[in-house]
């Protein structure tokens, strides 16, 4: 009977020893009752940078497309024997056209790229981890601007 007892209890301990180990500091307490991975918080920011960085690369493609289009207008628009357009109301038109379009584009960016931060902010927040906005700065056109993807600070 020892023996059975005694094997039972070393089968346990090893088979304690043998199991997944997990660090005091991979896990956050909120209280008695909720207990969850801090990684789920960090893989969620990532996955929200992810989707920031590709609103920002769309953003830089669509400005160089309408800034594409603009210069190929251009090139069709009559100049003089000085190089002068023959028509600057023309040439302003669409400048200031190309100016509306790319703003638009701007403003559609940081609204996204703020809604996405600051959900994920309020998300964290709920969870115990300090996630900020860190923001960067990006050129869209010929405008330098500033959006904020989110970096996690503490736990």
Do not use: W
Not at 11 to 36: H, M, Q, R, S, W
Not at 98 to 114: C, Q
């Amino acid at each position: 009977m020892k023996k059975v007892v005694g094997l039972t209890l070393a089968a346990v301990l090893a088979a304690g020893l043998c199991g997944p180990v997990a660090k005091a500091e991979d896990y956050i307490v909120l209280d008695v009752n909720t207990t969850f991975s801090a990684d789920t918080v960090y893989n969620k920011v990532e996955k929200k940078d992810e989707k920031i960085q590709k609103e920002i690369d769309q953003a830089v493609r669509q400005a160089q497309h309408l800034i594409d289009a603009f210069k190929k207008d251009m090139e069709k628009l009559e100049k003089d024997a000085n190089g002068a357009y023959v028509n600057p109301e023309k040439y302003s038109q669409q400048a200031e056209k190309l100016n509306r379009d790319i703003e638009k584009i701007i403003k559609d960016l940081i609204g996204n790229t703020d809604k996405i931060a600051d959900k994920m902010v309020r998300d964290a927040a709920k969870k115990g981890v300090t996630v900020i906005n860190e923001y960067i700065l990006i050129q869209i056109g010929d405008q330098y601007i500033l959006v904020d993807p989110i970096r996690v600070i503490g736990g």
